[in-house]
């Protein structure tokens, strides 16, 4: 998948902006908090992937042996992204059903990074966190919902994929334990078949096509082809027309009188899944709102335990300034500019990690926790952030999880009345 998004290149930014950037100190960590410090940097954009969650002990996705990708043989797959793809779940629910129990959040503790991005908010120079994780970690670091953005959706809540009716997605879960997969009990309105066009509307077509016939047999006189050819195509058009009104015409007593002795609603019976973003569904209309708009506002954009894969999220990397740096704690080198093997295209988006004209990407190749232990420790910050980690309590065992799903009932009940030829759900 290509990338939209464009940036200068290096050489179309002055020698003087791009010094200004890192003001003639190293592309490194310790630069970077020397810059928090003097308030240089105030805004600071988060992008995190499955990485920062593995030191709770959640497999990434992508890691060879360790990764989920590489652990779902039991679950018979096509290919392993299918778990999480729509076409597939609506003929094949129960791998995503099992694999979404084995996930579903609780449990889990924070590592130090989800303590080091609720300690960013805490000292004023947190902008917004993206994660791509649905595993809730943040939130449960006290990072605060309007700081926010679950771009890969959450366990919050949950729809039918035909109707997109609300479900509880508690009631969810406590099927799915059951052993049961869940489907959606709305009912929705069967409507009377579409009328046929009246006679009027019939009657304007028959007149729109005798007066092309009127006109071709002038353009024959003329020997114009052009129009020949233009008034050929209208009136094959026209006839189709005709040709549709009649049958429908033709049919319509028929279907009336079968919709009017037959039931006027039915069960949807659609399955119901957790709003998480599957391939083949869009990114809610948070990050499509808030990606631009934060990207430009961004002082710093720090890219946390990813593998960039995945579009549009991978994105966030051109919406900030070509004048803001960028850092990357993560295990790999990810995301570079000139990366030109599949599944991604950067273009000039992508990292300059190794670039010699590279003047505002830094890299630090190690484990998220031991990457913000050493930003905190150039920032001082070592004490509040171990001050987090200890008075973090994790939920006692068999309560709720603390992600907070929607209340049980309202939705449970409410039936959604939709038509009959309702439309396949997708995310905003
Ligand atoms: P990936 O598994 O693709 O990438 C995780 C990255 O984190 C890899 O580069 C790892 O090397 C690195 N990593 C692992 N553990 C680390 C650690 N402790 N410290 C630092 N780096 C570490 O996961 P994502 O990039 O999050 O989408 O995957 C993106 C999306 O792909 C997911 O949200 C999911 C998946 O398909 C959907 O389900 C829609």
Redesign the pocket.
């Given at each position: 998948m290509g990338a939209s998004l464009s940036v200068p290149e290096p050489q179309d930014i002055s020698t003087e902006d791009r010094f200004n950037v890192f003001r003639g100190l190293p592309l490194s960590l310790s630069s970077l908090a020397q810059f928090i410090k003097d308030g240089h940097i105030k805004r600071i954009l988060v992008a995190?992937?499955?990485?920062?969650s593995?030191?709770a002990g959640i497999p990434?996705?992508?890691?060879p042996g360790t990764?989920?990708?590489d652990n779902l043989q039991n679950y018979d797959l096509p290919t392993p992204?299918s778990v999480?793809t729509l076409d597939y779940f609506r003929d094949h629910p129960q791998p995503f059903c099992t694999l979404a129990n084995e996930l579903w959040p609780g449990g889990f503790k924070p590592t130090t990074t989800h303590h080091f991005l609720r300690l960013l908010e805490l000292r004023g120079v947190l902008l917004r966190v993206f994660t791509?994780?649905?595993d809730g970690l943040e939130r449960l670091a006290g990072v605060s919902e309007e700081l926010l953005v679950e771009a890969?959706g959450s366990f919050a809540d949950a729809h039918c994929i035909e109707c997109a009716g609300q479900h509880c997605v508690l009631d969810w879960h406590e099927q799915i334990q059951a052993g049961s997969i869940p489907r959606c009990g709305c009912t929705l309105v069967i409507p009377p078949p579409t009328s046929p066009p009246d006679e009027e509307q019939v009657k304007i077509l028959r007149q729109e096509l005798s007066s092309i016939v009127q006109q071709k047999a002038k353009a024959w006189a003329v020997t114009n082809w052009q129009m020949l050819t233009d008034l050929g195509m209208k009136e094959v058009r026209l006839k189709e027309k005709i040709a549709e009104a009649e049958q429908q015409t033709a049919a319509f007593p028929a279907l009336l009188a079968e919709w009017e002795a037959g039931p006027k609603d039915k069960l949807c019976d659609g399955f119901i899944k957790p709003d998480?973003?599957?391939?083949g569904e869009g990114l809610p209309a948070r990050f499509s709102y808030l990606a631009p708009k934060d990207g430009g506002r961004a002082d710093l954009l720090i890219v946390?335990?990813?593998?960039?894969?995945?579009m549009p999220?991978a994105g966030l990397l051109g919406r900030v300034p070509a004048l803001c740096p960028r850092l990357l704690?993560?295990?790999?080198a990810?995301g570079l500019h000139d990366q030109e093997s599949p599944p991604m295209f950067f273009g000039n988006i992508g990292l300059r990690l190794t670039d010699p004209q590279n003047y505002r990407d830094v890299h630090a190749a190690?484990?998220?926790?031991?990457?913000v232990r050493e930003l905190c420790g150039h920032l001082g910050w070592t004490e509040e952030l171990n001050a987090l980690e200890r008075a973090y309590q994790l939920p006692a065992s068999g309560s709720r999880p603390e992600v907070p799903h929607r209340k049980r009932r309202q939705h449970k009940l409410k039936a959604v009345r939709l038509r009959f030829s309702h439309q396949r759900f997708t995310m905003p």
């Amino acid at each position: 998948m290509g990338a939209s998004l464009s940036v200068p290149e290096p050489q179309d930014i002055s020698t003087e902006d791009r010094f200004n950037v890192f003001r003639g100190l190293p592309l490194s960590l310790s630069s970077l908090a020397q810059f928090i410090k003097d308030g240089h940097i105030k805004r600071i954009l988060v992008a995190a992937g499955a990485g920062i969650s593995v030191a709770a002990g959640i497999p990434d996705f992508r890691t060879p042996g360790t990764g989920l990708y590489d652990n779902l043989q039991n679950y018979d797959l096509p290919t392993p992204e299918s778990v999480f793809t729509l076409d597939y779940f609506r003929d094949h629910p129960q791998p995503f059903c099992t694999l979404a129990n084995e996930l579903w959040p609780g449990g889990f503790k924070p590592t130090t990074t989800h303590h080091f991005l609720r300690l960013l908010e805490l000292r004023g120079v947190l902008l917004r966190v993206f994660t791509q994780n649905i595993d809730g970690l943040e939130r449960l670091a006290g990072v605060s919902e309007e700081l926010l953005v679950e771009a890969h959706g959450s366990f919050a809540d949950a729809h039918c994929i035909e109707c997109a009716g609300q479900h509880c997605v508690l009631d969810w879960h406590e099927q799915i334990q059951a052993g049961s997969i869940p489907r959606c009990g709305c009912t929705l309105v069967i409507p009377p078949p579409t009328s046929p066009p009246d006679e009027e509307q019939v009657k304007i077509l028959r007149q729109e096509l005798s007066s092309i016939v009127q006109q071709k047999a002038k353009a024959w006189a003329v020997t114009n082809w052009q129009m020949l050819t233009d008034l050929g195509m209208k009136e094959v058009r026209l006839k189709e027309k005709i040709a549709e009104a009649e049958q429908q015409t033709a049919a319509f007593p028929a279907l009336l009188a079968e919709w009017e002795a037959g039931p006027k609603d039915k069960l949807c019976d659609g399955f119901i899944k957790p709003d998480i973003v599957f391939f083949g569904e869009g990114l809610p209309a948070r990050f499509s709102y808030l990606a631009p708009k934060d990207g430009g506002r961004a002082d710093l954009l720090i890219v946390l335990g990813t593998s960039l894969s995945v579009m549009p999220f991978a994105g966030l990397l051109g919406r900030v300034p070509a004048l803001c740096p960028r850092l990357l704690i993560n295990r790999q080198a990810v995301g570079l500019h000139d990366q030109e093997s599949p599944p991604m295209f950067f273009g000039n988006i992508g990292l300059r990690l190794t670039d010699p004209q590279n003047y505002r990407d830094v890299h630090a190749a190690m484990d998220c926790d031991d990457g913000v232990r050493e930003l905190c420790g150039h920032l001082g910050w070592t004490e509040e952030l171990n001050a987090l980690e200890r008075a973090y309590q994790l939920p006692a065992s068999g309560s709720r999880p603390e992600v907070p799903h929607r209340k049980r009932r309202q939705h449970k009940l409410k039936a959604v009345r939709l038509r009959f030829s309702h439309q396949r759900f997708t995310m905003p």
